[in-house]
C-alpha cells in the first residue's frame, strides 16, 4: 500500500505544541502572558513569517478594483502623505544665470568626471563644441530653458 502524503493542520494547537517541544522559553513567555498569541510566539520562534506592510499594501493593491486604485490614488495625491518631495534646488536665476551653487557643483562634478563643458553638453544631448554652458559657467550668458531643463536632469544624475 503506498504512503500518501498527508498535510498537516497548522493550527494554533499545532505551533503551540512546537514551541512546547523546540523553544521552550518562548513558549514560557506566550504561557506567561508576555506574548499576547501563540501566531506572534510562532513568529518569533521563527516557525512563521508575518508580512511586514510593504506586502500587505502590495497584496491589498492586486486585490482592489480599478475604481478602487484611482480612488486610493487620488487620496494619496489630494492628502500629501508620503509624497512630499524635496523642492528642486534652484539651477539658475529667472533670466537663465546658473545660480553660485549649480556652478560650484557643476565644477565640482567636471574635476571628479574629468570632464569639460563640451562633454557635458554631449552627455545632455548637445554637440560637443556647443559653448553655451562653458560662457554660463563663467557668467558671461545666460542658458535657453531647453538647456536648463536638461542640465537639470544631468545635474540630478549627478546628485545635485
Known sequence: MSKLAVSKKRDAAYYEDRLKKSHPAIYADLRSGR?????????QAGLIHLPDRLAALKR??????????AEFLNWVK??????KSKPHPILADPSGRLTPSAVTFIHA????GKLTPGKIMKQMGYNNH?????????????LPSDVITALRAWMAKQGF
Open 35 to 43: 506574548i499576547k498569541s501563540v501566531r506572534q510566539a510562532a513568529a
Open 60 to 69: 491589498d493593491w492586486k486585490r482592489s478594483s480599478p475604481k478602487q486604485r
Open 130 to 142: 556647443d559653448y553655451r554652458l562653458a560662457q554660463a559657467l563663467k557668467g558671461q550668458t545666460a
Open 78 to 83: 489630494s492628502s500629501g502623505i508620503g509624497l
Open 109 to 112: 562634478s567636471m574635476k571628479k
